[in-house]
Each structure stands twice: as C-alpha cells, then as structure tokens.
C-alpha cells in the first residue's frame, strides 16, 4: 500500500505528533508499505531520509523552533502524480492538512485524519479576542473532520469530544503505540550520572514540550510542597518550549534552586534513559488528546501521577499503574506522589501493572490496527470506524 502523509510538523522539531508518525511509518515500513511524507523544511536540517518531500516554510512567529509551511511547491504535482498514492493520511487541519485534502479528492483515494490536538486549547498563543478564536478553531476543525473519510483518534474521550462538536464523520480509535524493545535496553543509571543525583535522593520526572498548556508552573508548586516534607528529591524535566525560561524563573522564586533541573532538549535515546532512570513520572497537561508520555513512562515501569484529564483519564489506571488528581488539586497531588515515594510496596506493585498495562499499547499491534482501517476504506467498507470503540486497539 502506498500512504501518503502529510503533516505540519516533522523532524528535526519533538512533539507527540512527530512521535506518532515517526512510530506508525516505522512500523509500516517494516510491514513492506511504502510511506512518502509531505511536511515542512527546518533550517540547516541534514535530511536523514527518503520519501519525504519539504516544502519552503518559514519560523512560526510564536515558536521559533516551529517551522509554517508555505503550502504550495512545484514539484508537488510531479512527485505525486508519479507516485500516486493509494491513501492520504494527513495529521493537521491546516496547512499541509489541507494541501493532502485537496490531492486526495484530485486523486480519488480515501482521506484519513488522525486528531491529535485540542486546537481550541492552546488560544493563549493568540495575542486578542480568544474566545472568538476558540469557537472559530472548533468550527474549523469540525468542518475539516466532516470532509474526510475516517478520523482516527488516540482515545475514545476525544471520539466523543469530536460527536458532541458535530463531527459525522466515522471516527475510529487507534492510540500511538510504544516501541517497547526500546524501553527494556535503558539505562537506569545514565540518569543520576549525568546530573549528579545522589543515590539516595529520589526522582520526579517530566517530559514534554515546555508550553503554557503542558502545565508545569503547577509541577513546581506541587513538588515545592513535595521538598518540604521530602528534602532528599528532586524534579528533573525533560523537552524544551517557549516556556522555558519562565519556568526558570519561577523555580528561582519557589526557593527550589538546583532540586529542579532543566535539561532541554535530548536525543531520543537519552529521553529513554531518563524515563528507566526516574521514580515517578508527573503531569500536569489538562490538553492531552492520548499523553504520548504517559505510554512511554509505563513501558519504562513508571508508576504515574496525572491530571484528570482528556487523554489521560485512558492512559492512566487509576489506582492500578498510577493515580490521577483532579484539576487544580495540588494537595491531592502532592500526597500521591509522596506515596510513591515512601511506600516501596505499592511503588513495586505500579511499576508491575504499568508494564503489563502497556503492552496492550505495542507499536506493531497498534499500526496492524491503522493498517485494518486503511483497508477497510479502500474496500469501501466506510461504516466499519463509526462507533468509537472502548478497547485500546484490536488484536
């Protein structure tokens, strides 16, 4: 099968979207489909890969390190035309989103979009008039859904979110699946090595893009109220952001000086060591559609603690292989993480759930899954997405 993507986001930028199509074409690949990807250029970026195609872009005004595809290219047509797709999968609503729409009803192939974003969540990067601009998103992407042939969601709460905003579309939930060869080589040592964590102190971690919706401002309070009671731990958050320096600052305010350490952005392979090297992991995202990391966390043995919300509510079972606090509750959450700190019983019998958990969440079972969903719509088998389903993905 030949999958056309289109994305507005690819390497070299991190996000759990270019980790979801890193993921699924890796497994596609292996599986003998061919994947060509359509996706924005970055400046001074080596490209390490065939079949991919980068449109001239330019920095997103509000995020440097992101790239705006300028969505038209005259080679587009040629490179299609030649390779001519037999699915366009596209991964945004907007730009190169809707540059894959247009080829996929030029060419008469089936158009899936998985949604992997509450756009309406992240109007703070808008300067004025936010609430018109969240219900313009809304329409936005509502209208979007309803022109493509499937929409494929990371959990079933986002199914339902996508029904109540009119979306009519068949909507089928396939989560990213985890790589989890790749989690049992970590090394669980590289971690305290590397930031001179002493033996005895125990490690909170985060990982993800440092933004405004990601919500670590209330990490750094929950675990200022965390060093009160346990001096000897420490938070290290992984990923980088236009918070970043923010972040910093309040972590200055907060009195919590070297306890909190910021490494910025790492190779994927250090990322994987940071998860086997930590003790909890911590989120605070109340925008997750699925909570990539969480995943990831758990594949490592990472008992969780996270905000009820969205995509997390799924990722988490609470009680089992984490716990999940409502929003805003920093009390709550101070407490579960101290529990996990302190009781080794009920830490090791999390990090055994979390493990087994996780393997519902594979990279092979959950691409096997989009791969069924393709070839139901180029069966013409259009009603088979139409109930989002309560399992992670079938077997």
Known sequence: MKIGVFTDSYRPYTSGVVRSIDTFTSELKAMGHDVYIFAPSYPRYREEENRVFR???????????????????????????????????????????????????QLGVPLVFTFHTLYDQYVHYVPFAREVTRELTRRFCRDFCNQCDLVVVPTGIIGEHLKKMGVRTPVKKIPTGINLEEFSGGNKQWLRDRYAVRPEE???????????????????????????????????????????????????????????????????????????????????????????????????????????????????????????????????????????????????????????NVRALSSNRCARALLAAFQDLLNGIKGSGEKTGNGICPG
């Open 202 to 356: 125990k490690i909170l971690l985060f990982v993800g893009r440092l933004g405004r919706e990601k919500n670590v401002e209330f990490l750094l309070h929950v675990f200022a109220a965390v060093q009160k009671d346990m001096p000897q731990t420490r938070l290290i958050i992984v990923g980088s952001g236009p918070e970043e320096e923010t972040l910093k600052k309040q972590t200055v305010e907060l009195g919590l000086g070297d306890r909190v350490i910021f490494t910025g952005a790492l190779p994927r392979a250090e990322v994987v060591h940071c998860y086997c090297g930590a003790d909890v992991f911590v989120f605070g995202s109340q925008t997750e559609t699925q909570g990539l990391v969480l995943a990831e966390a758990k594949a490592a043995g990472l008992p969780v603690v996270a905000v009820r919300a969205f995509g997390a509510v799924e990722m988490v079972d609470d009680g089992e292989d984490g716990f999940l606090t409502d929003i805003g509750d920093r009390e709550s959450f101070r407490h579960y993480v101290e529990l996990l700190l302190t009781d080794r019983e009920l830490h090791e019998r999390m990090s055994r759930r979390a493990l087994d």
């Open 55 to 105: 449109f001239a872009s330019i920095p997103a005004p509000t995020n440097p390190e992101f790239s705006l595809a300028l969505p038209f290219s005259l080679q587009l047509r040629p490179t299609i035309s030649r390779w001519r797709p037999d699915i366009i999968h596209v991964h945004s609503p907007f730009l190169l989103g809707r540059v894959g729409a247009r080829y996929a009803r």
